[in-house]
């Protein structure tokens, strides 16, 4: 809500709002808010919306390229059941944006990789789609080197074939490089964004005892399910291409997660649309179906009982599970009932609570550099236009640089003053 109050008011990302988000997933933020304000109701809304459309999706691709040995939509099920394993699956990321067209980007190079006679449009279709799908979320970009994978092992394509799709993917890309380029925002765009993913890392939000927690369910029944591919009775040629893509597109999501700037179990979405493909297998592998019933309502009973005793009742996992980090402890940043105007130096996003950002400096790995080099002329003229345009009610200074700060640029010791250990008002 922070980028969508911004760009709701015409900012222009990365030039005016210093963060790595992808552009297109900053537009919509910015849409919903223009459209609904800071409703958290739309956001929850779009995002059902987005994972029913994601399952409806993958259940009819399955059974249009026969990835099954019985044609139905029992896949859309098993996935609705998987993004109901965590609470932030079903939130409107830009990881959950990005995943509907990786989606569909499966989708038109599985049936590339099963029609003997593809074509090339299929072949631009995916690289558009993984472009498209980069936009909402830069570590997915990654994504593409998997497809290519893809095509180089399943299929007899000739070179051109995985130029195209390359080319496809540069099609999404060139057209916002363009933009930037006409808005005098290129340089950013490839520093906070596309190679952004190159360095920049930080602490993972979630540490690695509460994401195998919060995944174990899940990763137990994939990898028991991994073996049914190809020990079951059956299967075809067909079912083992589909399954070796799937296992590329799995590998491929766990190193986008490792990639990620915010590590949290939120970045393991990539990997649900796999994880449903072995699963269902596996279910439709066992003979009896009262049997296939059972284990498919345990599934969805330990599912469902783990995401909400852990949402609701986090004192009882909090020797295992650790989400702190992920929410906002209670509403701050209200003062008659608009929301303040706030300013965070430092990487603690929960501070904002649900304050407003004033000013462009949101994430510290791109605005550190700005306020960290105090004697570079540039630095200060671009921190006090932006203090000018929008200044902040009310500053919290993690990083402890208020102090140099304020030395260097005097008008800003008439305008604000120290009210407790980190954090400065607005007096004028």
């Not at 993004?83 to 599985?110: E, G, K, R, V």
Request: glycine share 8%; charged share 15%; hydrophobic share 50%.
């Amino acid at each position: 809500m922070l980028i969508g109050g911004k760009m709701a008011e015409g900012a222009t990302m990365y030039r005016d709002l210093y963060d790595g988000m992808g552009p297109l997933s900053a537009g919509v933020y910015g849409i919903l808010d223009s459209l609904f304000g800071r409703s958290v109701t739309a956001y929850r809304v779009l995002a059902i919306a987005l994972v029913f459309t994601q399952c409806c999706i993958f259940a009819i691709s399955g059974v249009l390229n026969k990835a099954y040995k019985e044609n139905n939509y029992a896949s859309g099920l098993v996935m609705m059941t998987l993004f109901c394993s965590f609470f932030q699956y079903m939130s409107l990321t830009p990881m959950l944006m990005a995943n509907t067209f990786l989606i569909l980007a499966t989708h038109f190079s599985m049936n590339h990789v099963m029609s003997r006679q593809g074509e090339d449009s299929q072949i631009l279709t995916v690289g558009i789609m993984a472009g498209l799908a980069s936009l909402f979320y830069w570590p997915a970009l990654l994504f593409l080197a998997g497809l290519e994978i893809v095509m180089v092992f399943l299929t007899n394509s000739v070179f051109r074939r995985y130029v195209l799709l390359i080319a496809g993917a540069a099609l999404p890309l060139g057209f916002c490089a363009v933009y930037y380029l006409w808005h005098d925002g290129l340089h950013n765009l490839l520093n906070q964004g596309i190679l952004s993913i190159l360095h920049n890392r930080t602490a993972p939000l979630v540490n690695h005892t509460s994401v195998w927690a919060v995944c174990a369910i899940p990763l137990l029944l994939f990898f028991r399910a991994l073996p049914a591919l190809w020990g079951g009775r059956g299967f075809n040629y067909r079912h083992m291409s589909y399954g070796y893509a799937m296992l590329i597109t799995a590998a491929t999501a766990l190193a986008v997660y490792f990639i990620s700037p915010y590590r949290s179990p939120s970045n393991l979405i990539f990997v649900i649309g796999p994880a449903a493909f072995f699963i269902t297998h596996y279910l439709l592998e066992i003979r009896k179906r009262f049997v296939t019933e059972i284990v498919f309502g345990f599934f969805i009973v330990l599912i469902l009982g783990f995401n909400y005793t852990v949402a609701l009742t986090p004192n009882i996992w909090a020797e295992y599970v650790d989400l702190s980090q992920l929410t906002i402890p209670k509403p701050t940043g209200l003062e008659n009932g608009e929301a303040e105007k706030t300013l965070v130096l430092g990487p603690n996003f929960r501070l904002y609570g649900n304050g407003e950002l004033a000013t462009p400096f949101l994430d510290w790995r791109f605005t550190k550099p700005i306020f960290e080099e105090l004697d570079d002329y540039g630095n200060l003229l671009l921190i006090h236009q932006a203090f000018e345009n929008d200044p902040p009610k009310k500053i919290i200074d993690q990083e402890n640089v208020m102090p140099k700060l304020l030395e260097k640029i005097p008008e800003f010791q008439q305008r604000y003053r120290k009210a407790g250990e980190g954090t400065y008002i607005l007096i004028l």
